[in-house]
């Protein structure tokens, strides 16, 4: 079965600064999606950034910036320009071929004012 | 994106009771939706598949007669907890695909259902 690793339990960055979250996965498959969800408090999950395993380019979506490595199962989340509203649970999930969906144990982040 | 529901949003019961937690696609149908619960702190943990006109499917450890998933029409699942114990109290989260929009494979997920069993 797929696992995905998520090793920091915590982080916190100063407003306006830059962070980073991490995130690794276990899996023999070639091709599949990774995603990273945001959960705030209001505990809704919301999509913030998604990589086909295919593409080598690394997505961004405006401050938000993934770098994607395959040979080492890797796929860490850059936050540029911290803002107050970014402060959530973070997770890392995969999505094998089969449609089945697995997620990390997530990242709380916490923005400084 | 698409917009996935869940109702009730908070519900306390009785230990022995069984309650009902409905999750809508609004405005597309999901011919499959899933069921997470996730503990305080901690990922979320797929209960099961929910397959639209047929039985759902379960992941391993999870009880079927204890958790019972209907799917009745491309827009409602429903998770019923039957004779529910203090140790069911946890968030319930249910998402859905939009195969017609949302990227590839995305998750759309509810609003989540906090369920507290006295």
């Known amino acids: 079965a797929q696992t995905v690793t998520q090793s920091q339990p915590e982080m916190s960055v100063q407003e306006a600064e830059t962070v980073t979250l991490s995130c690794t996965y276990d899996?023999?498959?070639?091709?599949?999606?990774l995603f990273w969800y945001k959960q705030p408090p209001s505990r809704q999950m919301i999509l913030v950034i998604r990589q086909e395993a295919y593409k080598q380019q690394n997505a961004t979506e405006n401050r938000f910036s993934v770098n994607f490595q395959k040979a080492a199962k890797s796929f860490s989340l850059k936050i540029s320009d911290s803002q107050l509203g970014d402060a959530a649970m973070y997770f890392c999930a995969y999505r094998s071929a089969g449609n089945q969906f697995y997620f990390g144990t997530g990242t709380s982040l916490t923005v400084i004012p | 994106g698409a917009v996935v529901s869940q109702h009730p949003s908070r519900v306390i019961c009785k230990s022995g009771t069984s309650v009902k937690i409905e999750c809508r696609s609004l405005?597309?149908?999901?011919?499959?939706m899933f069921w997470y619960r996730q503990f305080p702190k901690q990922s979320l943990m797929l209960m099961a598949t929910s397959n639209e006109g047929s039985k759902a499917t379960y992941e391993q450890g999870v009880e079927k007669d204890k958790f019972l998933i209907n799917h009745a029409s491309l827009t409602l699942s429903t998770l019923t907890v039957t004779s529910a114990h203090p140790e069911d109290s946890s968030f319930y989260i249910c998402s859905a695909r939009d195969q017609k929009r949302g990227g590839p494979g995305e998750l759309f997920f509810g609003e989540g259902s906090r369920l507290t069993v006295l």
């Open positions: 405005d597309f149908q999901a011919t499959t």
């Open positions: 899996t023999s498959e070639s091709d599949y999606y």
